[in-house]
């Protein structure tokens, strides 16, 4: 079973500050994929990564995928409120392989 | 175009009855998943299918859970016996194929037991 830990569980900060959350696992996953879900609604895709050492930018969201494809952060310049949500790490093994979520990091960005 | 519709929005129900979730994929998505979420907390995986292939069962928390889906199109979850520890959102998901396509989310199903 490949497992994805998540870390921290609860992060509390002030709007403008910066943040890490991070998504770890000893299992090499061909590619991972970041959600986030807002109360009473489902999760929704921000990004996918696929390849080792792969940095994506989508505005203030820095997505970066280990080099060894094990492990993945998700970094986020000068939250604002609208940040706010329970932030998933999900990975896919090899093909034909359901997807594997980590225990979610839950954001919240007062203003 | 339509996205993944579950059904219903909310259930309450007492301890001991039977319930069923339906979930409602995106048309052409081989792939569905059903999570169970606490509130507050991470996705707990229950079920995967996957085509026509043996669902992956292995997430299911009791023989009270089951779950069916026809071909490659609507999903229902069943609960018998409820508890007022199954109490929780489950979540329905589906994808184009397996592995790393994106998953699509339903709104989920909020079921409460008393």
């Known amino acids: 079973t490949q497992l994805l830990e998540q870390s921290p569980q609860f992060l509390s900060i002030q709007e403008g500050e910066n943040l890490t959350v991070y998504c770890n696992s000893s299992?090499?996953?061909?590619?991972l994929q970041w959600y986030r879900q807002e109360p009473g609604e489902g999760p929704v895709l921000l990004v996918t990564?696929?390849?080792?050492?792969e940095v994506k930018k989508l505005k203030r969201l820095t997505f970066q995928f280990g080099d060894a494809r094990k492990d993945s952060s998700l970094h986020i310049t000068a939250a604002q409120p609208g940040d706010t949500g329970l932030y998933l790490c999900a990975g896919a093994g090899a093909a034909g392989n359901k997807l594997t979520f980590g225990g979610g990091t839950r954001v919240l960005v007062k203003p | 175009g339509a996205g993944v519709s579950q059904s219903p929005s909310n259930k309450v129900t007492e301890k001991g009855k039977d319930v069923e979730l339906r979930c409602d994929p995106i048309?052409?998505?081989?792939?569905l998943y059903w999570y169970r979420q606490r509130l507050g907390q991470g996705l707990e995986f229950l079920i995967y299918?996957?085509?026509?292939?043996?669902?992956?069962k292995s997430g299911l928390p009791s023989d009270r859970f089951s779950a069916e889906r026809t071909g490659e199109s609507v999903s229902t979850l069943t609960i018998q016996r409820t508890q007022q520890e199954d109490s929780a959102v489950y979540l329905c998901?589906?994808?184009?194929?397996?592995?790393?396509?994106?998953?699509?989310f339903g709104n989920g199903t909020r079921l409460t037991v008393t």
């Open positions: 998901a589906s994808s184009l194929v397996s592995g790393g396509s994106p998953l699509h």
């Open positions: 048309s052409g998505h081989t792939a």
């Open positions: 990564v696929v390849t080792g050492g």
């Open positions: 299918f996957q085509g026509n292939s043996a669902p992956d």
């Open positions: 299992s090499v996953f061909s590619s």
